[in-house]
């Protein structure tokens, strides 16, 4: 009911804001911008947004370290931390052999996923879960899904990262908790809400989504008009916004001191039946977590191969 609410909000918004402007801007291009651009009233009020939430805010104490190295580095972090993080992701390898006698520790386990709730996602919408399988009988169901590959078995939790392709049904609650905590300021809803239903609104069979595509890419070579490029693959969208938790899970699993295993050859299909995954869900990957054999961690000082940064790594330009 929030949900119908807020978007009924939006159109009686957006309609009352175009209905002076249609007589003063009435050519197609002008149309065409007020529906596709980001806007300069969105600008203003996400600028506004700002302003509010900094001045309703208290200011937070900063420790006195981190704001003394801050002088010396931009993104006021210190080396240390720095170093930690570099070492977490040095030493992070696929690890296909775990130790079945060697457990985690839970506790930690959550930390590290309360951790990676932290996770950025557009909008902050946080369309993602994650299922902790640590019970021997789903285990054994999940291998056969994740066709016999026995890191599922070995290990002691295997993190099933589910993304959902309608994660603007979180928009509502997503906002109200910004309202609440003071993220957004109270001017920011309406563009908040107009974004993201522009932004992910596919219709049926993701027509409006291609029909968006086509019109922006169209509109910006014709005007030269920056337009940002909704998604037309709800399951891409989905996928693109789940592997940033992923990611994090696994660097973070790491710094616990644990060996992990990304996994993605799977059956998607089998995998939401057996952990009873919404259809309008998808699966990209699954993450082991636990302790490497003597025989694997000793294999493991070969490391594999990366291409040479230059090679990866541009600037600039392509």
């Known amino acids: 009911m929030l949900r119908q609410c807020c978007w009924l909000r939006v159109a009686s918004d957006a309609a009352a804001a175009g209905g002076g402007a249609k007589q003063k801007q009435d050519s197609f291009f002008s149309l065409l911008r007020r529906l596709m651009a980001w806007n300069s009233s969105n600008a203003a009020a996400a600028d506004a947004a700002a302003a509010s939430s900094s001045s309703s805010v208290a200011p937070t104490t900063v420790n006195s370290d981190i704001?003394?190295?801050?002088?010396?580095?931009?993104?006021?972090?210190?080396?240390?931390?720095?170093?930690?993080?570099?070492?977490s992701v040095l030493t992070r390898w696929t690890c296909r052999h775990f130790d079945k006698a060697q457990p985690i520790d839970m506790k930690k386990l959550e930390r590290v996923l309360a951790a990676t709730t932290r996770a950025p996602t557009g909008f902050n919408l946080q369309g993602w879960?994650?299922?902790?399988?640590?019970?021997?009988?789903?285990?054994?169901?999940?291998?056969?899904?994740?066709?016999?590959?026995?890191?599922?078995?070995?290990?002691?939790?295997?993190?099933?990262?589910?993304?959902?392709?309608?994660?603007?049904?979180?928009?509502?609650?997503?906002?109200?908790?910004?309202?609440?905590?003071?993220?957004?300021?109270?001017?920011?809803?309406?563009?908040?809400?107009?974004?993201?239903?522009?932004?992910?609104?596919?219709?049926?069979?993701?027509?409006?989504?291609?029909?968006?595509?086509?019109?922006?890419?169209?509109?910006?070579?014709?005007?030269?008009?920056?337009v940002i490029s909704a998604p037309v693959s709800r399951a891409g969208y989905a996928w693109k916004q789940t592997m940033i938790p992923a990611t994090t899970f696994m660097q973070l699993a790491t710094a616990a001191g644990w060996d992990t295993c990304m996994m993605e050859g799977i059956d998607e299909e089998a995998v939401k039946r057996v952990l009873g995954v919404p259809a309008r869900c998808t699966v990209p990957v699954l993450i082991s977590v636990g302790h490497a054999t003597a025989a694997a961690a000793e294999r493991a000082k070969v490391r594999s191969s990366r291409f040479a940064t230059a090679h990866l790594i541009r600037w600039n330009k392509f």
Not at 78 to 83: R, S
Not at 135 to 163: C, H, K, S, Y
Request: proline residues 8%; hydrophobic residues 40%; charged residues 15%.
């Open 67 to 87: 704001k003394n190295n801050s002088n010396n580095n931009n993104n006021g972090t210190t080396p240390t931390a720095f170093e930690a993080v570099e070492a």
């Open 129 to 226: 879960y994650a299922i902790v399988v640590t019970e021997m009988p789903v285990r054994e169901r999940l291998f056969q899904a994740a066709l016999g590959q026995p890191q599922v078995l070995d290990a002691p939790a295997t993190v099933v990262f589910v993304g959902d392709t309608e994660p603007e049904c979180n928009a509502p609650q997503a906002l109200e908790m910004g309202l609440e905590t003071g993220y957004y300021g109270p001017l920011y809803g309406a563009a908040y809400l107009r974004n993201i239903y522009y932004f992910m609104h596919g219709g049926p069979m993701q027509t409006v989504a291609a029909a968006k595509s086509v019109l922006s890419t169209w509109y910006s070579q014709v005007t030269g008009t920056p």
